[in-house]
């Protein structure tokens, strides 16, 4: 018996998974103690596009776990 | 019964554990594999190897927990980057570049590298997950559980009340409020790394004295029903991701240390402060004050969560947690029966907290009580001696290592000691060990010039067998000193015979080594006391400096062969070094 092959999910079931987070965090964000947040992280959803676009960054600092 | 894996990863420790049908199976932190010290990537490796070692393929699990609610972190980030403008607006493209590149997809990632389906991916409160990972392993039925760290999604410290299978939140502290954040912007301005210099300010605290005690309730003030704030305007941790303390901090308490510089008052005659003399002193007595309010806050908590919870037993957890110091005055003055750490109580014991809570939720019972840290992969010996051979190295098979191990300790010989799975956690517990005779003061210069080139300041820690401790020292095995998690008293009458791990006040942070737990290093010591040898060895880490704790039979080898330890021992082989 051989071991099963194990693939990455394809890039159609990938951009399906984003988008299923993409509405979880807006339908958090729509919650009336958080509403005043949106405009912020409407802007951070574009930014997030420009960054999936241009292969992401990652940034490690010693207090990066207090402010990011 | 389910097969669950827990998930800590982003910031520091990042870990991996293993619960199948309720038992804890595995848990192996990510630096260990990756050589990469403090390692915060997602654990993919970790994770495979957890799985690997119970024989399942990723299929086979029922869930994937995280140990950190990452839409709730999000909102604190943006809560906390509008607050402090305009001093924050320097960081909003870091903060995007962090969030977004990885952080708020961090589910979506672990479900495309592990091969999972999405939907069993799910997240966990991470003061939570810090909660569970001590309670859920404790030998408590019942118990407060604090937990204190630098900061979870809002939190930064929670009380609990553990019962059973249950946990339920009692008081918190929120961000920007943090003793973690406090301990780590003066363990920046004292000038060691933050996230690992932590143990170096506990070890230099004994060297000082609390003399600063005006100038730290400036820092924070304690209230009364065990709440703190901060004095916000001498740090900087909600608007610098660098440095953590502010330009009102050095006005305070001087000039931060310069990071590197050699540490000047080797000499035991240099404790008492003395104004105008060795500078050093005065950064002592910082680390000194540091630890007594750190302490004097960790005591007016843990009381509360007595008050509140009715119990008599207490667990702790989260990187607080892990000073040793702290959790001995706790044990003794809280007024608790029992006190219990478990021994990877940083961000990679999220990950079993997270596994726990995601086990709980399918309907498993909660995991029998933690005996042993060895939880990671066994050495394999067959690879050693492959690698050894293909290196020319004179290795070969002993029928007895214990024996052997005590025969080189009791030459005051240092001895590299790998048998076994290697350890939950950041202390080395006799699987992934370097051992040596606690005698000489002389031994822990050697060991400090040949391969650990610590602080002067920085103690070396005493294992020995649970039925000689009384012997040795002033309190009795309790349950954290299995796990090296708190200190003793050393008795007056024996501190000269144990010069090597004696610390400067007088205490060692103590391993207590039972055969059930520890048993390889168990028959070391009892091998000891057959040679009319006192059952009890110097024990610190198998690395260097810089370096995560040797995993592997390569890494040990590896280590073998930059540092100059006397001898090597691999499950039943052997290397010494020629004499």
Not at chain 2, 410 to 417: L, Q, S, Y
Not at chain 2, 510 to 532: F, K, M, N, W
Request: glycine share 6%.
């Amino acid at each position: 018996m051989t071991a099963p092959i194990h693939k990455p999910p394809s890039l159609p079931r990938r951009l399906r998974a984003r988008a299923k987070t993409v509405l979880k965090l807006i339908g958090y964000f729509l919650h009336p103690a958080r509403f005043v947040l949106a405009p912020m992280l409407i802007v951070l959803l574009l930014a997030g596009i420009l960054l999936w676009l241009t292969g992401g960054l990652a940034y490690v600092a010693p207090f990066v776990y207090a402010l990011f | 019964m389910a097969r669950v894996l827990g998930i800590s990863a982003h910031y520091h420790d990042a870990a991996a554990a293993l619960i199948v049908d309720g038992k804890l199976v595995a848990a192996i932190q990510q630096e260990r594999l990756s050589r990469i010290k403090n390692d915060p990537s997602l654990p993919i490796a970790a994770a495979r190897a957890c799985l690997e070692f119970a024989g399942l393929a990723p299929e086979d699990l029922d869930a994937v927990a995280f140990y950190e609610q990452p839409f709730a972190k999000l909102e604190r980030v943006l809560v906390n980057l509008l607050r402090n403008l305009p001093r924050t607006w320097k960081q909003f493209p870091r903060a995007l570049a962090s969030q977004l590149g990885s952080k708020l997809w961090v589910l979506d990632h672990l479900a495309e590298q592990l091969f999972v389906a999405r939907d069993k991916v799910q997240c966990f409160e991470h003061h939570r997950c810090h909660a569970a990972s001590a309670m859920f392993v404790s030998p408590y039925t019942d118990a407060a559980v604090l937990v204190v760290d630098g900061v979870g999604e809002h939190s930064s410290t929670t009380l609990w009340h553990g019962h059973d299978s249950e946990l339920k939140l009692l008081a918190s502290v929120d961000f920007p409020h943090s003793l973690g954040l406090l301990y780590a912007g003066l363990t920046a301005y004292l000038g060691f790394a933050v996230n690992e210099g932590e143990y170096k300010v506990m070890g230099l605290a004994a060297w000082g004295q609390a003399t600063l005690r005006d100038e730290f309730a400036r820092l924070i003030r304690l209230h009364a029903d065990g709440s703190y704030e901060l004095g916000l305007e001498y740090f900087a941790h909600m608007s610098d991701a660098e440095l953590g303390f502010g330009p009102k901090l050095e006005a305070l308490l001087g000039p931060r240390r310069p990071a590197n510089k050699p540490w000047e008052f080797a000499d035991p005659s240099d404790r008492v402060s003395r104004p105008g003399s060795r500078p050093d002193r005065h950064y002592a007595n910082i680390a000194a004050t540091l630890q007594a309010v750190l302490e004097d806050a960790l005591l007016g908590l843990a009381r509360r969560g007595r008050e509140l919870s009715k119990s008599k037993n207490l667990c702790l957890a989260g990187g607080v947690a892990l000073n040793a110091l702290a959790n001995a005055r706790i044990q003794r003055e809280a007024g608790f029966e029992r006190v219990f750490v478990q021994p990877a109580a940083g961000d990679a014991g999220g990950a079993l907290g997270a596994a726990i809570l995601a086990a709980l939720a399918l309907g498993d019972p909660r995991p029998e009580p933690l005996v042993s840290a060895a939880l990671g992969l066994p050495i394999d010996a067959s690879r050693a001696l492959t690698i050894a051979h293909e290196l020319g190295l004179p290795i070969r098979r002993v029928d007895d290592p214990a024996a052997f191990t005590a025969e080189l300790i009791a030459r005051d010989k240092i001895v590299g000691f790998a048998r076994g799975r290697f350890e939950w956690g950041p202390r080395a517990l006799g699987q992934r060990s370097l051992l040596a005779r606690p005698r000489e003061r002389a031994t822990r210069d050697r060991l400090n010039r040949l391969i650990k080139q610590r602080e002067p300041f920085r103690p070396f820690a005493p294992a020995v067998a649970s039925e000689h401790v009384e012997r040795w020292f002033a309190s009795p095995p309790d349950d954290m000193s299995p796990f090296m998690t708190t200190v003793a008293p050393v008795r007056p009458d024996v501190q000269a015979e144990l010069a090597a791990v004696v610390h400067e006040d007088g205490t060692a942070r103590l391993q207590t080594v039972e055969a059930t737990r520890a048993p390889e290093l168990h028959a070391v010591l009892a091998a000891l006391a057959e040679r009319g040898e006192h059952p009890i060895v110097l024990n610190t880490s198998l690395n260097g400096p810089g370096e995560p704790i040797v995993a592997r039979s390569e890494d040990a080898i590896a280590f073998w062969l930059r540092h100059a330890i006397d001898a090597l021992v691999l499950d039943d082989l052997v290397i010494e070094r020629p004499t």
